[in-house]
């Protein structure tokens, strides 16, 4: 309790600073500190919000992983995805891990299965009933399966229905890195 | 001679390696729309062995790979119940079949089969794909996924592949009831307008 007291407190004074340099510093910066801020919480999409991490025109290359906490081989691959991401990072690789559980699992499941994993790829759920509509964006060969991995760049993409192990996995993202 | 013997063993080397490729393809392919699909016999909760000819007043099937333990077919169970209630009488019953390999799911042993359909009072025929032929005939890839077959005078043709409806979260908010309009469209003897649709479900266990 006393913690919380302080805690709003220093929230009161924080505040307080906001306001009184809020004409030296800039919307943006503000909105930036809260981004930060909210990175703890868990990141909710629906299909519109998560395609443009689907296309991201940059010199990465990325790996996005439909998954789900209840999906037992998309649980057993997901230590790939996690030591691809540090492995690999310093060849601009960066994976993203997309959660298909349903709403109702968020807090229940999926917030402390990445709390006790420590997952550190960027997570973030997908809550998009209409899946007819966006699978095929996806991919036309999606078959609505998971586990499923789209790897792309800007100049190349390529979509997975299927399990990997960690060796698998290095060996198609190797054929993005040249 | 010797070349012969040589060129003979290249040959059954590719016919071979040919053989294993197809038989990975088909699994992928399984049946398209208009495709006619073959009967099956698989064992019933109820210890029974159930084949598509044994509905003799069938006008057509409506086909559910299903399991116990996916979250997407556990979803689905009460409307994969409501859709055999109102269409089995009809002349559509719902055949629903237990793709996964029970080694990998054992949750979805026979026991556990039984246990869940007298749990939810299954009134449709809830069957074992024991060896898992029938699954990759088919084409199915998922749980739950559908298809619905027209008895014709040529067999059983695909009609439908796909989802039950565009909401796996809540049956309320369902807009479009995919299933229940292929099968309205075939009673009244017209086509399917939405022949194929998209959704996620849980991969079967090989």
């Known amino acids: 309790m006393t913690f919380c007291y302080y805690f709003y407190k220093m929230k009161v004074y924080v505040l307080f600073f906001i306001i009184m340099f809020s004409s030296c510093k800039n919307e943006q910066e503000i909105k930036k500190d809260i981004k930060v801020e909210n990175q ?56 993203l891990l997309v959660s298909l559980d349903f709403p109702n699992q968020y807090d229940k499941r999926l917030k402390p299965f990445i709390a006790k994993h420590e997952l550190r790829s960027k997570v973030v759920a997908l809550n998009d009933v209409d899946s007819n509509s966006w699978i095929p964006k996806i991919s036309e060969e999606w078959t609505g399966a998971i586990p499923a991995t789209i790897i792309y760049n800007k100049s190349k993409r390529q979509f997975y229905e299927q399990s990997f192990n960690y060796s698998e996995l290095k060996t198609e993202v190797d054929k993005f890195l040249n | 001679m010797k070349n012969l013997v040589k060129l003979l063993f290249v040959a059954i080397v590719i016919a071979g390696l040919s053989a294993f490729t197809n038989g990975k393809k088909e699994i992928k392919d399984g049946y398209k729309i208009g495709d006619i699909a073959t009967d099956f016999k698989l064992k019933n ?162």
């Open chain 1, 40 to 95: 703890k919480e868990l990141i909710v999409y629906d299909f519109n919000e998560l395609e443009p991490l689907l296309n991201i025109q940059d010199d990465k290359t990325y790996v996005v992983n439909f998954w789900a906490t209840w999906c037992a081989p998309c649980v057993k691959e997901l230590p790939y995805f996690e030591t691809l991401n540090k492995e690999y990072k310093s060849k601009d690789v960066e994976v």
């Open chain 2, 45 to 206: 909760v109820n210890g029974k062995m159930v084949s598509l000819s044994d509905f003799k007043d069938a006008k057509g099937f409506i086909v559910t790979f299903t399991c116990n333990t996916c979250p997407y077919a556990v979803a689905y169970e009460d409307r994969i119940e409501a859709l055999n209630k109102m269409y089995a009488k009809k002349g559509y019953p719902v055949i629903a079949i237990m793709p996964n390999n029970i080694a990998v799911k054992p949750g979805d042993n026979m026991e556990a089969m039984q246990e869940r359909a007298k749990e939810k009072g299954f009134t449709f025929p809830y069957l074992m794909d024991e060896g898992q032929r029938v699954y990759p005939q088919f084409g199915a890839t998922k749980t739950p996924h559908i298809y619905i077959l027209e008895k014709t005078n040529r067999g059983n043709v695909v009609k439908y592949i796909g989802a039950i409806d565009d909401n796996y979260q809540d049956a309320n908010k369902v807009k479009v009831k995919y299933v229940e309009n292929a099968v309205n469209a075939l009673l009244k003897g017209k086509e399917v307008e939405t022949k194929e649709t998209k959704a996620i479900g849980c991969s079967i266990k090989v």
